[in-house]
């Protein structure tokens, strides 16, 4: 059977930057209550003029030049995100068209924060039946464009990007070992936005009240979130027959630095091998891991044959995780 191998990664993010002292004179909040509850510094917020895309393609444009391959060979676009351009058509279909992918189907993916597995999950499948050959899977997300920026509990976590792979069917043992995906409906009311879709329309009326934006329980939140991307690292490892000891990198959705250390701990994965830019982008949504994949590859950090593990959560709620031999 093929393996889907990463062939570049790219990412794309603005140049504006929110710290914790632009927060303190916007809202009732402290840099140290910040740093102690999150781990977040600053984050990357788009500008009014900007959108989802403006930052997708420039990822996609960077994980294609890395693989040295023309968008005119890529099969799929995949666009994982909450935050699209437009409801339709797809912001994928613009990346598509931007990236000169021809010959590419393109779709948007809706799984939040798990959306870049969702994708990888998607796009490994799609490779390994012989239907594709090349894909590109974005996961971007604006979350800036749905936060109520007076509400201190929610404004502070949150930031925008994109990230993007190229993922090829090869023959070797290189790529994708293995992706698991989870969802439980029946916690969505965990994190959700309620307005703005087909069943509270954003109408004039409730434009000028809530605004469609994001709600988040944060406490029941993280415990779930603890539980979850420890549970579904450790599928993917049995599945892969390997132990966290052995795992070379360990990327985990940037939500919450004490999410991030509470589920290392849980793993037992070694230190100093888990990857943490949490300070300097905040939760980036569906970006946050290919954002810290593409980091971690264009500083050099990654060495071939190596073993990344990637585990993602988020609203839905859905969870997943994907183990990579680099
Ligand atoms: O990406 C999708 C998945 N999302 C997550 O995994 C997020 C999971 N949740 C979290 O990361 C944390 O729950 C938060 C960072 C959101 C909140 O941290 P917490 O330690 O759970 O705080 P809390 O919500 O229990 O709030 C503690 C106190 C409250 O005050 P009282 O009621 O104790 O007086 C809040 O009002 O902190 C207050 N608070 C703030 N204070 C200063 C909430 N936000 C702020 C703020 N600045 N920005």
């Known amino acids: ?86 409801s339709f058509p797809a912001t994928s279909t613009q990346v598509q068209d931007a990236i000169g992918a021809v010959n590419a189907a393109a779709f948007d993916l809706s799984a939040a924060c798990t959306g870049f597995i969702y994708g990888l999950g998607v796009a490994e499948s799609m490779i390994q039946t012989g239907a594709v050959e090349t894909t590109v899977v974005i996961g971007a997300e604006v979350l800036s ?84 991307l420890a549970d579904v690292s450790n599928e993917v490892l049995d599945k892969c027959g390997v132990s966290p000891a052995n795992v070379d990198w360990f990327i985990p959705h940037q939500a919450n630095l004490r999410i991030i250390d509470a589920v290392g701990q849980r793993l037992e994965i070694p230190e100093g091998r888990t990857y943490v830019n949490v300070e300097r982008y905040g939760n980036t949504s569906a970006a946050s891991i290919p ?6 590859n264009r500083d050099g950090k990654i060495a071939e044959g190596q073993l990344v593990l990637l585990s993602a959560f988020g609203s839905g709620l859905t969870w997943g995780a994907s183990l990579i031999r680099w």
């Open 145 to 228: 464009k749905i936060v109520d920026y007076t509400e201190r509990s929610t404004s502070v976590l949150f930031g925008d990007g994109a990230g993007a792979v190229v993922l090829r069917a090869d023959e070797g043992e290189r790529g994708l070992l293995g992706v698991a995906m989870h969802s439980d409906g029946s916690l969505g009311h965990l994190i959700d936005r309620p307005v703005g879709g087909s069943r509270r329309p954003l109408t004039k009326e409730r434009a000028d009240g809530d605004r469609g934006y994001i709600r988040m329980r944060g406490n029941e939140t993280f415990r779930v979130a603890v539980r979850s």
């Open 1 to 86: 059977m093929k393996i889907a191998r990463i062939a570049g990664t790219g990412r794309g993010v603005p140049d504006k930057v929110l710290t914790n002292a632009d927060f303190e004179r916007m809202v009732d909040t402290s840099d140290e209550w910040i740093t102690a509850r999150t781990g977040i510094k600053e984050r990357r917020i788009s500008s009014d003029d900007e959108a989802l895309s403006d930052f997708a393609i420039p990822a996609a444009q960077r994980a294609l030049e890395m693989a040295g391959i023309e968008g005119s060979s890529v099969d799929l676009v995949i666009v994982a995100t909450v935050t699209p351009d437009t």
């Open 291 to 296: 954002i810290a994949l593409d980091e971690l």
